[in-house]
């Protein structure tokens, strides 16, 4: 999977490219799959069920996927890419990491906040939790290496401190997505976070109530010719691996 940052550029110098029919076919799995997850009251649905919400025969759910897992495995790349292509304008040209991770970190809670159903896909569904803590976990990564290096941030061990910041912010996210904590909190606990990396608390509170305009995650479902990136090439014909 291509880190955040990574994704982010790859967002800026890409244009959308038409979708074919197996894009919208492809899509429309997508689509329906989503839906039935947050429909559901427990457990996944199964590959008949997802066809027929599609609207397509059972057999080319396989043209598509290998099975349900490795679905849910796409829904989550595009939540990832969702969420890269709604922040990129607010990143791009920034140098400053500390900047940065305000921005990524107040838009990526401000989005469970505002898309709880984002939160029932991400928390509730089943989806791989692994894939998007990976995702998280190298951007911030790279941000923290970086803030080390031109002492903007002060952390003797970048990994550790991604790790926990990382654990933070999914924690935050779930209570904000459980209502555990309200929306509100959002700027002071990126201040928080700020100042635990070392960011004097003084530009903490200044980089966490930033006056900017924050972009609104898209609505669900999510599909890949809705997201402002090149999509992924659909799989050729005939490849089926039953269980």
């Known amino acids: 999977m291509l880190s955040f940052l990574t994704y982010c550029h790859f967002m800026q110098i890409h244009p959308p490219l038409p979708g074919s029919k197996r894009d919208r076919t492809r899509d429309q799995i997508l689509a329906a799959a989503q839906a039935l997850l947050l429909d559901a009251k427990g457990g996944q649905p199964g590959i008949s069920t997802i066809a027929a ?46 900047l940065r991770f ?54 003797s061990n970048a990994a550790l401190a991604a790790s926990i910041v990382a654990g933070a912010i999914q ?35 200044k980089l966490a109530t930033e006056k900017i305009a924050l972009p609104v995650m898209p609505a669900l479902p999510l599909g890949w010719l809705n997201i402002t990136a090149a999509p992924p090439a659909s799989p050729k014909p005939g490849k089926r691996s039953r269980t």
């Open 53 to 98: 919400r599609a609207g397509v025969v059972h057999g080319t759910f396989y043209n598509y996927f290998d099975d349900v897992p490795a679905l849910l495995a796409e829904i989550e790349k595009l939540i990832t890419a969702a969420h890269a292509a709604s922040i990129a304008p607010l990143i791009a040209g920034v140098d400053d990491p500390s």
């Open 171 to 205: 924690g935050l996210a779930i209570d904000l997505y459980r209502g555990a904590l309200a929306r509100a909190a959002i700027d002071e606990a990126v201040a928080s976070l700020l100042a635990f990396l070392g960011v004097p608390p003084a530009r903490a509170r």
């Open 102 to 155: 305000a921005r990524i970190t107040r838009f990526a809670l401000g989005a469970i906040a505002a898309r709880p159903e984002i939160g029932r896909l991400m928390f509730d569904a089943g989806l791989p939790a692994d894939g998007l803590s990976r995702g998280l976990r190298a951007s911030l990564a790279s941000d923290i290496e970086e803030g080390i290096a031109r002492k903007i941030f002060r952390a």
